[in-house]
């Protein structure tokens, strides 16, 4: 039978998880809606740009490729793409007398993988969008699979505005993959929150249960009292995260076997004595669980700053995020919340820590939140320079249409233009090529690996590669290969002559420099910073302004140290955390 305080802790716990559980459906649904609510703003906002009169003229077939109306179609949508960083198809679909549904135009250049002609069907269509097409109502469908993916759809009717007739469907289609992922990420404050809360209450109600046994038998006398705190620490061994508690008096009762694997510090040296900041810490000062036990805040605030706050979900427990440096081979990341348990009178006999392990989440957020800088300022220059140069373009134009007739200089003013058009191809060519920089979630890049195949990529010939990394792996942005790319490109364009390329590294208080050298003319004393700045350089000048932005998405510098006509000197400075090794050195020449 089932014993009144067992019915109500069990009663509890339901409550606990089912206020959990709905309020973890609650953050993820709302996500979810502000994720379709802001594409579905994108797409009006995109679809508001589109000529009517082009899609009037379109045939649905081959013969659209010659028509001046989709040529300028396919060329506003592939600008829309350019503009959204988040989408990966932008296209306009049809729909046959038969009901068949097929596209129009869409963003992508012909012979890519995404491309589809003009006519081509679209097979996988499913109900809603085909509802689109006779409801004429817009909306964000998905996710849905087709041959190119799993995608959430932010989907327009197109329609006459005088007659209302529906002349086709707008759609943006964005990766299902990074939207799930951002629906579950807001679902995870409420999960972790709601298993502490559990650990913590079956905690105290263990606690408190094994005070009132001993209270029916007899006055607890201090030995009973650690005999009790011991029975704790057993049931504290099943917990997977990192738990002690300490009494009154800061002694260690319970050092759980979480904690021990962890540590490396066995419960049998940490027991009964007042050792536990040895965990953390090269020299001894006061954890969060004894600032809490004393009382004393203003030690917590001096000791910790703003990151130790109390926390929201229990009273009188204190919570935050730290970096332990000198914790594992490159530090690590901890979420640490503290509380206080208290006897029957409501008085605080001790104090209990748990910790848990939150480095690759931390990791994976401060890139998250980088790259997004990164891809704002990115973003924010490239449509700064597009729009210069449109105005430009204009300006020239409006002298030819005026010029062209009588004026025999009008060729000058022809070649300025082309001039300016080109220059506009290069910036889209830039935003299309570096548009997904900070989007992929950072990964350890085997650094050995990534030069090998530059180099076989680039062809290099009459030139010696020497490459001593010690299978170095460095987390950061995927992308990281364009750097070394980057790198070897200028030295065969620009070294005149170079004979020799090579990479090495060093370990500088910590913090791991990887050098790559060559033995060409080098960078000039002026110039060693400024071919770090957008616009600088012999060709687009983006080449190293963009390896140094997707370097600083995990906090990774770049330098040039080098002796003027002696070689050029590149220094990647990658921070502690941020690099491991793998496997024993390789080298080619």
Request: hydrophobic share 40%.
């Amino acid at each position: 039978m089932i014993s009144r305080i067992d019915l109500r802790v069990i009663i509890i716990l339901a409550v606990i998880i089912g206020i959990g559980g709905c309020t973890t459906l609650f953050f993820m649904h709302y996500k979810d809606s502000q994720l379709r609510e802001k594409i579905l703003t994108e797409t009006r906002l995109a679809a508001s740009g589109i000529d009517l009169e082009n899609i009037r003229h379109f045939n649905g077939s081959d013969t659209d490729l010659t028509n001046p109306a989709y040529t300028s179609m396919k060329e506003k949508l592939a600008d829309m793409k350019a503009a959204e960083p988040l989408s990966r198809f932008v296209y306009i679909m049809g729909q046959r007398d038969d009901g068949g549904v097929f596209f129009y135009v869409d963003s992508e250049t012909p012979g890519t993988e995404g491309y589809s002609p003009p006519g081509q069907d679209y097979p996988e269509v499913t109900d809603p969008v085909r509802e689109i097409f006779t409801s004429g109502k817009e909306g964000i469908v998905g996710p849905t699979t087709d041959r190119w993916g799993t995608w959430i759809n932010g989907l327009l009717p197109v329609k006459d505005p005088k007659t209302g007739e529906i002349l086709g469907v707008f759609g943006i289609d964005i990766d299902a993959g990074n939207w799930t992922l951002q629906v579950i990420y807001a679902g995870l404050p409420p999960l972790v929150g709601t298993f502490l809360i559990i650990v913590i209450f079956l905690s105290f109600i263990t606690i408190n249960r094994r005070k009132d046994e001993e209270h029916e038998k007899l006055a607890i006398s201090e030995q009973a009292y650690r005999e009790s705190e011991a029975r704790l620490s057993a049931i504290l061994q099943s917990s997977p995260a990192f738990q002690f508690v300490i009494d009154q008096n800061h002694t260690v009762i319970s050092w759980n076997r979480a904690l021990e694997k962890f540590s490396g510090i066995p419960a049998s040296e940490m027991i009964g004595t007042k050792n536990h900041w040895k965990a953390f810490f090269p020299t001894e000062r006061p954890l969060v669980v004894d600032i809490l036990l004393d009382r004393n805040y203003d030690i917590l605030n001096e000791l910790y700053g703003d990151s130790c706050h109390p926390s929201d979900l229990i009273d009188g427990a204190y919570e935050m995020t730290r970096f332990y440096p000198e914790m594992k081979e490159n530090g690590i990341w901890l979420y640490i919340l503290a509380a206080p348990y208290k006897n029957d009178q409501g008085e605080i006999i001790g104090a209990v820590e748990t910790l848990i392990d939150v480095t690759e989440r931390h990791r994976a957020e401060e890139a998250v939140k980088e790259a997004v800088k990164k891809l704002n300022l990115l973003s924010s220059i490239t449509r700064h320079d597009i729009l210069n140069k449109i105005t430009m373009l204009q300006g020239l134009m409006m002298l030819i249409a005026e010029a062209v007739e009588h004026d025999p200089e009008s060729s000058e003013y022809v070649k300025m233009g082309k001039g300016a058009i080109n220059a506009i191809k290069k910036q889209i060519e830039f935003t299309r090529t570096y548009q997904d920089i900070g989007l992929n979630k950072p990964e350890w890049n085997e650094i050995s690996d990534i030069i090998l195949n530059v180099s076989k990529e680039l062809i290099i010939k009459d030139i010696s590669l020497s490459i001593s990394l010690d299978g170095i792996q460095v987390y950061a942005d995927p992308l990281i290969r364009k750097v070394f790319y980057n790198l070897m490109d200028n030295s065969i364009r620009h070294g005149e002559g170079i004979t020799r390329i090579c990479c090495t590294y060093d370990i500088q208080d910590d913090t791991l420099v990887i050098r790559y050298a060559d033995d060409g003319m080098g960078v000039s004393p002026d110039e060693k910073t400024l071919i770090f700045e957008k616009g600088y350089g012999k060709n687009s000048g983006l080449g190293m302004f963009l390896a140094r932005e997707i370097l600083s998405i995990t906090h990774i510098t770049i330098r040039e140290t080098g002796e003027y006509q002696k070689g050029a000197l590149f220094e990647i400075l990658v921070p502690k955390g941020m690099y491991r090794f793998s496997h024993p050195e390789q080298s080619l020449s």
